[in-house]
DNA sequence: CGAAAATTTGCAGAGTCAGCAAAACTGCCG
DNA sequence: CGGCAGTTTTGCTGACTCTGCAAATTTTCG
């Protein structure tokens, strides 16, 4: 995949990254309706007309790395052995991305207020959050011997894998810091594989 | 709820209504990026000033039908016999709310499709989509005895069931024509009942 | 009817975003 | 090197979105 190494592709993975870093960084920062185009682009050294070169929208730069996450997961979901039954190589990846420390925990937790602050970002999230549930639907249609274009199975095992993940971390950022972020997640997973049996039925 | 029956409320939501269908219907005639809000407001007697007044943006405007079935389901699920299973209640309550005759087919074809062209408008729908996730969690909650502030149950459970409707939608209106939408739905509520299992394995 | 409350509207202003063409930059071959 | 070809950046412009504010209009109710 990234076998480009010129300078010209470096420089621009290297700007989009600024414009993506910088954007959200000010939206944790201002507040997301304080946070101007104008702003994003100063802070990264180009031109506004530059940053609609890369994003089409100021929500989507906020919600960049994102996009970027998405990228990592479906790598390391590639390389889980082949024969790992589909539900431990999705909680194994997904697991091993939650940051443990107190200081991405107080990151994370900032992002999410963020976030939830302001419908149009939401809209970003929950639309890069379904490329990503796309991406996973083709590496796992691939791994299952399944079709992402006819077959239910890959989108819908993405989509509680996924809706599992972001369930468990809103619910964690709303008040749950008594309890381990991670056990909340594999909490998360173990319903969705139970096949979300009732609470309290026999 | 809806007590409320005086002139001035039922002309706001005719109002409201107007404008959505209005949003609606042009979106689908002309596609969304021929559709101003002017001339939403012009469709709907009304000034664009007072467009902004019911909706924050064009595209909320354009899924705000999503919105309404959202509130018809919900009602519809917290008259189901307190006693019944919850994944029947919910797949009873999706599968009623799939109209069958061929026209509807037609519609709901061009609504996906539609929503399907346009990056901004997938991202309202999938926004009120979680709007109406959690409207479903907070009902769910209520029934189950759980706290939708605190289980993951609730959320998860309707997260899953909405995921599996609008994965059979798109599924089939990406070209199963050949399968009924109903059974599709059917299908994907019973693979997410059983904890989606791995295809071909033991 | 007439006052109080709510809704609609016009206007102004800040901001988003895309198209276009010129300027600046990078990669590469002679 | 030098310079051409292809890319990226940038400024400019125009259409459009969306909000705040205050005036005008409409509805409600005593």
Do not use: C
């Not at 970027?68 to 190589?89: I, Q, V, Y």
Request: proline residues 3%; negative net charge; hydrophobic residues 45%.
């Amino acid at each position: 995949m990234t076998v480009e190494v010129g300078l010209r592709e470096r420089k621009k993975a290297a700007t989009r990254a600024a414009l993506a870093a910088a954007a959200n960084r000010l939206a944790v920062e201002l507040g997301v309706e304080h946070v101007t185009v104008e702003a994003i682009a100063a802070a990264a050294d180009v031109s506004p007309r530059t940053f609609h070169n890369y994003f089409s929208s100021r929500e989507e730069a906020i919600v960049a790395s994102i996009i970027d996450w998405a990228e990592r997961l479906t790598d390391e979901l590639e390389k889980r052995p082949a024969d790992e039954p589909m539900w431990d190589s999705l909680q194994h990846v997904f697991l091993d991305s939650v940051d443990e420390s107190a200081d991405g925990h107080a990151r994370l937790i900032r992002q999410l207020e963020m976030i939830k602050a302001n419908p149009a970002v939401i809209a970003s999230q929950l639309s890069a959050l379904d490329t990503m549930r796309r991406r996973f639907a083709e590496t796992i249609a691939a791994r299952t011997g399944t079709d992402a274009s006819r077959d239910l199975y890959p989108h819908l095992i993405a989509g509680a894998a996924g809706h599992a993940v972001k369930t468990a971390m809103d619910l964690w950022a709303l008040g749950q810091h008594d309890r381990l972020l991670r056990d909340l997640v594999a909490e998360a997973f173990a319903l969705v594989r139970a096949g979300l049996p009732e609470p309290g039925r026999s």
